[in-house]
């Protein structure tokens, strides 16, 4: 082959590259080429989205009545619910409260908790300062003297301007962060009685 062929065949390829680069990215009417499509086509009906199959034309599928999903049957109304079988708030936790789940209840706080009512629970967390409604201060004779499930009724469903919380906070944890706000208002309401008799004399 000629050093003018070889140079012809090489201007050729270079042309055919500069071309396919200038179409590269122009609107067309024409479908993409999808060498592989694998399952990225195929019919199916995504979440919340009306369908013709089913009479009432949702695609989503109610639960069977009288059915309860693995592991949510919460037939424990105590812990569940914060209620006892008449239905009235329990008045004491009903988990048994160590220096561990005051300290989860401390995190979970302080997470969950903190920016709207601040680490001291007196309600004035950086979203308050940032313009949101004030909530009241944990430290309020109602409050302290408040059921203890009345509080975990609070985080699960809401109240007023403040959101349920039972999505992002278990169970487990909603009577941890209870366990917590009632050593919070301890600490924040505490006499000199509260003092262990060796501390005592260190007061002043």
């Not at 680069?21 to 979440?47: A, E, S, W």
């Not at 079988?85 to 048994?96: A, E, K, N, R, Y």
């Not at 308050?128 to 201060?137: A, D, F, I, K, L």
Request: net charge positive; aromatic share 8%; proline share 8%.
């Amino acid at each position: 082959m000629t050093g003018r062929r070889v140079v012809f065949y090489l201007c050729l390829v270079c042309t055919a590259v500069i071309a396919t680069g200038c179409f590269r990215g122009l609107p067309t009417d024409n479908p993409p080429i999808h060498v592989v499509p694998d399952m990225d086509h195929q019919p199916k009906y995504k979440p919340q989205e009306a369908g013709k199959f089913f009479p009432d034309g949702s695609a989503m599928r109610q639960p069977v009545p009288g059915t309860v999903a693995r592991g949510q049957l919460h037939d424990d109304k105590a812990f569940f619910q914060g209620r006892d079988d008449s239905g009235q708030f329990l008045q004491m936790t009903p988990v048994h409260i160590t220096s561990q789940l005051i300290e989860r209840g401390q995190e979970r706080f302080n997470i969950y908790c903190s920016p709207c009512h601040s680490r001291l629970g007196d309600g004035k967390g950086i979203m308050v300062q940032r313009g949101y409604t004030p909530p009241p201060t944990f430290h309020s004779d109602r409050l302290r003297q408040i059921a203890d499930g009345y509080i975990f009724d609070v985080i699960t469903n809401g109240i007023r301007t403040m959101p349920s919380y039972a999505d992002q906070v278990r169970p487990e944890d909603r009577w941890a962060i209870v366990v917590y706000i009632r050593a919070l208002q301890r600490s924040q309401n505490a006499g000199l009685e509260d003092m262990p008799e060796e501390l005592r004399s260190k007061i002043r």
